[in-house]
């Protein structure tokens, strides 16, 4: 009797087990024909034209005319419509077609491409340009009807270009605004001189530009020797740095500048701490002292003078970095300061890059962004708030 059940148990399992198998066969040859849910296409990595690295966030442009930023949200800085960080890029809000933006410590501005420039971000001391002190948490109109081309966001100030005139409006009691004056502007105030401008950046408490001839000059803050002009006095009008150079780009940062000259070499100046001059010493210099002649042999196209650290890119497109390390703001693998050049680790070819507070960005040549440097607070636009001490790519938008 048990020898019976035990061969008819095993008999049914068996047809079961087959019964099973051929019904599994069927549902798999069938299953194209089974209609459900579409996988979600694989998102299209943005193609950027530039960024630019501020205080605690970053921004950057991109090919169809958008800008994304990343990092800090206070004050609204991102353009994202409130205050909230992002570890990742987020679309700032504007309906214009954006060809140019700019960071500075807790605000952007962007150039759009009808000419119209736009700011937005903490609105202390009329740095938004738009008539009055409010913050702003989308891009909003600087006042003037003015065309631009360019606009550069700094600490506490603006500056831009239009029709070759220089215009500066925020934070003056420094003269940080070229018109001779010591007092704030909510709209944009003309650069004295009636000077032909090719580019200004604007830093910490100080500004820089460089005429259509290629002359440089810089107004504001002297201390350490920032204005290249022989001397640490302030300057309330846009004085000649020295030396005689021709300039085809200036970089004004925190209490340093640097620029290309016509013959693609960079020159630096002002505060020498932790070694961003690049000349091999941390000296102050109060006149233009080239980048480590050491590397003389390199050619230069582009220069980015941050809080304490510099970077720039070859002909090539070879990135260095040189001044503070830490967090691994220079790129090179470690948190060393460097006194020269240092190559910025990862093979990759850049068409620009920005130094900013404790973190650099930069773009390559097929349009991708990368940041490295301090993270905590989304500024690499990685997805993480994590510092990287190479080249990390900022996620897709």
Known sequence: MLHHRSAGYSF???ARVALFAVLIAAVAACGD???????????????????????????????????FCWGSGENGRLGRGSEQSALAPVRATSSRTLTHVTTGDDHSCAVADDGAALCWGKGEDGRLGTGALQDRVTPALV???????????????????????????????????GNGLVTNRTTPALVDGQLSFAQISAGREHSC????????????????????????????FPTLVVEGLTFIQVSAGSQHTCGVTTDNEIFCWGAGSRGRLGTGNTNDQWRPQQVSERLENLEWSQVSA????????????????????????LGAGNELDRLEPAQVLGGLEFTGVSAGGSHTCGVTASGSAHCWGLGE??????????????????LSS
């Open 143 to 177: 006042g003037g009807s003015l065309t631009f081309t360019q606009v550069s966001a700094g600490g506490s100030h603006s500056c831009g270009v239009s029709g070759e005139l220089g215009y500066c409006w925020g934070r003056g009691e420094l003269g940080q605004l």
């Open 33 to 67: 024909d089974v209609e459900g849910p579409e996988p979600p296409p694989p998102a299209t990595p943005a193609v950027y034209l530039a960024t630019d690295a501020g205080d605690r966030h970053s921004c950057g442009t991109t090919e169809d005319g958008s800008v």
């Open 209 to 236: 530009g460089v005429t259509t001839d290629n002359t440089a000059l810089c107004w504001g803050l002297g201390d350490d020797g920032r204005l290249g002009t022989g001397n640490t006095n302030t300057r309330l």
């Open 377 to 394: 607070e989304g500024q690499l636009g990685t997805g993480s708030p994590v510092n990287h001490l190479t080249p990390a790519r900022v």
């Open 12 to 14: 049914g399992l068996s």
């Open 306 to 329: 941050g809080e304490s650290h510099t970077c720039g890119v070859t002909l090539d497109g070879a990135a260095y970095c040189w001044g503070a390390g830490d967090n691994g703001r």
